[in-house]
């Protein structure tokens, strides 16, 4: 079905983009359907008509009318301007019947598109060319990128600000536990013993508020898609528009990958800020702190 179809995309000011069959052609078999921002904006619904004009450079500009079929969206930005048809009467409004002006080709990996791109014309004759989403959504590609690279510094940033705040809730134990800490020493604690203390006791915060930072992330990820719909709804508004973002809804991509390195990175860094509070700790002298006891 989907090879019987044909994508006009029309970026000339006041040409209604549809790709719709003529309603005294229609059947219920090839009825159009359109995107249903676009149906929105006309205000149509499906089974009225609507009358698409498309400017010629040379020759007179078409106007036709159509039936609409029904509505769909991609909840991208190409619902603003996007129908879909059967292919005869798409390429009888565009001018050229029974022709089309290009193919799309969907791979699995769409970092070889490029690479895919030169192979195939070099099997095709001279005069043919590629377009791939490098060229058509490169740039937007190196901002999500930059995009991730600041949200990791950021989330590096967050667990140094974490650790830091151990550090400092480990240091005043310390100081308000010098003279038990000397008790511990005179009856028998050795050195290695009070730094295996306060080492266990920051390494067990730690984790716990690893643990929970996990649970917590995990589950944000699993349900903030559906969260923002409710709200959506329930506040009658699009968080999310198509006509300023390139998608109206918010993408999650988890992967365990990243999840399993912020995790084991918040390890590491919590384990070195109990090392400092915990060498103070083994360091105290017992004749200095219980002199005046």
């Known amino acids: 079905m989907l090879a019987q179809l044909a994508l006009l995309q029309l970026t000339v000011v006041i040409?209604?983009?549809?790709?719709?069959?003529?309603?005294?052609?229609?059947?219920?078999?090839?009825?159009?359907?359109?995107?249903?921002?676009?149906?929105?904006?006309?205000d149509v619904q499906p089974g009225q008509r609507l009358t698409v004009i498309v400017p010629e450079a040379q020759g007179p500009t078409v106007a036709q009318a159509f039936t609409v079929a029904g509505v769909f969206a991609t909840h991208t930005e190409i619902d603003q301007l996007l129908a879909i048809g059967?292919?005869?009467?798409?390429?009888?409004?565009?001018?050229?019947?029974?022709?089309?002006?290009?193919f799309r080709v969907q791979i699995d990996d769409q970092f070889n598109a490029r690479q895919l791109g030169y192979q195939l014309l070099e099997e095709l004759p001279f005069g043919y060319g590629f377009r791939d989403w490098f060229q058509t959504h490169g740039n937007l590609y190196r901002a999500i990128q930059l995009s991730r690279n600041m949200v990791g510094?950021?989330?590096f940033m967050i667990i140094a600000i974490a650790a830091f705040n151990v550090i400092s809730m480990l240091m005043m134990s310390v100081m308000d536990k010098r003279k038990d800490i000397a008790i511990l020493q005179t009856l028998g604690f050795a050195r290695a013993d009070i730094l295996r203390l306060f080492l266990t006791q920051g390494a067990l915060i730690g984790l716990f508020g690893i643990a929970l930072g996990v649970l917590v992330g995990v589950l944000g990820c699993l349900?903030?898609?559906?969260?923002?719909?409710?709200?959506?709804?329930?506040?009658?508004?699009?968080?999310?528009?198509?006509?300023?973002?390139?998608?109206?809804?918010i993408p999650v991509d988890?992967?365990?990958?990243?999840?399993?390195?912020?995790?084991?990175?918040?390890?590491?860094?919590?384990?070195?800020?109990?090392?400092?509070?915990?060498?103070r700790a083994s360091r105290v002298v017992p004749a200095e702190e219980l002199r005046y006891e």
């Open 15 to 42: 040409v209604f983009l549809a790709i719709l069959q003529p309603q005294e052609e229609a059947t219920d078999q090839a009825k159009p359907t359109v995107l249903i921002v676009l149906a929105t904006s006309l």
């Open 86 to 102: 059967e292919l005869q009467q798409v390429a009888e409004v565009a001018g050229m019947p029974g022709r089309v002006k290009g």
């Open 153 to 155: 510094l950021l989330i």
């Open 254 to 279: 988890m992967r365990w990958s990243d999840v399993l390195m912020v995790a084991v990175a918040a390890v590491i860094l919590n384990l070195l800020a109990t090392l400092y509070p915990a060498l």
């Open 223 to 249: 349900w903030v898609a559906d969260l923002v719909t409710w709200m959506e709804s329930l506040f009658g508004f699009n968080f999310l528009n198509t006509e300023v973002y390139p998608i109206d809804y």
